[in-house]
Structure formats: C-alpha cells, structure tokens
C-alpha cells in the first residue's frame, strides 16, 4: 500500500512540475532545421579538419543540391545520410542547399606537405596540366584556377583534409559504397590515375593555404566548354535543373 502512495505521489508531482516548465521556443528556421547537418558537418565558423566529414558551408548550390539528391536518391550510398534524407521534397533541398552555400566557413591551417620533390612535381603537373594522352584533364579547368571552384555545379577543391581526398579518389576508382556506381567524369577519371598519383593530388591539395582574400572571394560562374562540357554532362539536367 506505502508503495502504491509513493509511485502515485511520484506520478503526480513530475506532473505538476512539468506543467510548471514554460515550452521553449525554438525559431522556424533553416539554421534550426539543418542542426543534424552542422553535428557532423560543423557549424559555419568551425577551423578544424575533420577526414570523414568535409565542409560543406560556401559550396556552390547547384552541387550540394546535386549530392543531397544523390544521397536521397541512394545514387550516392551513405545510410546516415540517405535516412536523414528519406522523404524530403526536391524543393526542401534545394533550400538546405541554398542555405549552406550562402554561409562562409573559415579554412582550416594547411597540412605539412611531406611529399618528395618528384611527388610534388608530379602532383603540380597533374592539377595545372593534366595528361591529354590519358584523356585526364587539368583539375583547374573544372574547378577553377584557383581551386576554389566554380558556380554552379563545381566544389573546391582546396580545405579538404588528404585522407579524405584519397577515399573519394578511392571511390571513384571502385565504385565505392560512397560514390556508388553511377558513372560520371570525376568517375572516369579517377580511373586514369594510378595510386601514387591520386596520393601525390591529395597530398598537394591538402597543403595549400587559403588566404582570406580568396575565402572571400565570390567564386566565378564559369560554364564547361567542348569536350569536358559533354563528358560531365551527367551534372545537368535536360529541363535545365541539376542533377
């Protein structure tokens, strides 16, 4: 009976006092919605590199849009991320996609570059010039002279920690469980390069500064022309949206 009194005590107080506690009020607003993105993303002034989770605050649009879609769409396979996504409406996520891109996240300190001279050299020529008899073309000619990508479709590639890049190169090659299968140009060019290559890109990209300047810097719109234009063609739909 003493016990029957105490758990009905017990039940009506925790009652009275959570009737006491006034409800928080938390703003409808992007920034609020996205927390579970910022947990492993990072919120927009976070400096540090993470080598499972890139940054993702100043992408361009049209390429968060694509990747969210991807995930959702299980064209691009990572499960957190296709569940957080499951349901959500095109529409929604071209605003997530919006919302990020219009956030400025500061850049991470370069890492130590120890690369040999024949890696880095190699490296150089690779990311300015490319190899024509590959049919591996210059990383600045998509994305950007600088490496800080181009609007709309196109990530920089600069801020991204080395173990990083080499998983996605991985990816590409293998069509690995966070790429998928779905063959595109980063896809097929990947393919071109040998392990010691895509480790001597990664290593170089990794330690690169980025000044401040060009953090700020309003990357440019600058459309794929010829040849690159049709082999990446897959980033842009017929109707004129992204894909």
């Known amino acids: ?13 925790d009652f009275a006092i959570a009737n006491t506690i006034p409800p928080v009020e938390v703003p409808d607003t992007m920034s609020e919605r996205v927390k579970a993105c910022t947990a492993c993303h990072g919120k927009e002034d976070k400096q540090g590199r993470d080598a499972y989770y890139p940054r993702i605050a100043g992408k361009p649009e ?3 849009f694509n990747q969210l879609r991807n995930f959702r769409d ?5 499960r957190p991320m296709a569940l957080l996504l499951k349901g959500l409406p095109d529409q929604y996520l ?12 500061a850049f991470p300190p370069p890492e130590p570059l120890k690369s040999s001279p024949a ?21 600045v000619e998509c994305h950007g002279k600088d490496l800080m990508g181009t609007e709309p479709f196109i990530p920089g590639l600069l801020g991204l920690p080395r173990v990083y890049i080499i998983a996605q190169f991985g990816n590409w090659q293998n069509g690995g469980a966070m790429r998928g299968e779905t063959p595109d140009c980063m896809s097929e060019i990947a393919k071109q390069l040998t392990t010691g ?3 001597a890109i990664a290593a170089w990209l990794a330690a690169q500064p980025v000044s401040e300047a060009l953090s700020e810097r309003v990357n440019p ?5 010829g040849k690159l234009a049709e082999r990446c063609s897959s980033i842009v739909l017929q109707s004129g949206g992204v894909q």
């Open 62 to 64: 049209g390429y968060l």
């Open 197 to 199: 290559e895509a480790s």
């Open 94 to 105: 071209r605003d997530m996609a919006a919302y990020f891109a219009s956030l400025k996240q």
């Open 1 to 13: 009976m003493i016990r029957v009194v105490l758990i009905a005590f017990l039940f009506f107080a």
């Open 221 to 225: 719109t600058a459309p794929l022309h």
């Open 74 to 78: 299980e064209r691009r396979h990572y």
């Open 119 to 139: 890696e880095i050299e190699l490296a150089r020529r690779l990311i300015t010039q490319g190899d024509a008899g590959r049919k591996i073309p210059a990383c």
